[in-house]
């Protein structure tokens, strides 16, 4: 079983920046891909990036060029940095965990970003 707490949400106005993290325990952190997914109300969940165990990492186009997904193994912890913050990104985000091997997936509670001027 692994636990996921993020933290690091809040409101921001456009074109700011915010930086979340996702501290994990539990299991094994390295034998896990990582993502951050968003949720904003009425619509489905997205994933946003991912950190594989191969040391990719893959971002959905909403991301690429202002998010940036890092994490680091010796902490358990993964980061989402977000710059240029839009309205559209006002969103719940979660953490997630996944083990293709094992079959596992887990979830954080997800943190709150608000994007509005």
């Known amino acids: 079983q692994m636990q996921l707490v993020e933290s690091g949400g809040g409101l921001v106005q456009p074109g700011g920046s915010l930086r979340l993290s996702c501290q994990a325990s539990?299991?094994?952190?390295?034998?896990?891909?990582m993502s951050w997914y968003r949720q904003a109300p009425g619509k489905q969940r997205e994933l946003v990036a991912t950190?594989?165990?191969?040391?990719?990492?893959n971002y959905a186009d909403l991301a690429k060029g202002r998010f940036t997904l890092s994490r680091e193994n010796a902490k358990n912890t993964v980061y989402l940095q977000m710059n240029s913050l839009k309205l559209e990104d006002t969103a719940v985000y979660y953490c997630?965990?996944?083990?293709?091997?094992?079959?596992?997936?887990?979830w954080g509670q997800g943190t709150q970003v608000t994007v509005s001027s």
């Open positions: 539990g299991s094994i952190f390295s034998r896990y891909d």
């Open positions: 997630n965990a996944n083990n293709h091997y094992i079959l596992r997936s887990f």
């Open positions: 950190s594989t165990t191969g040391g990719s990492t």
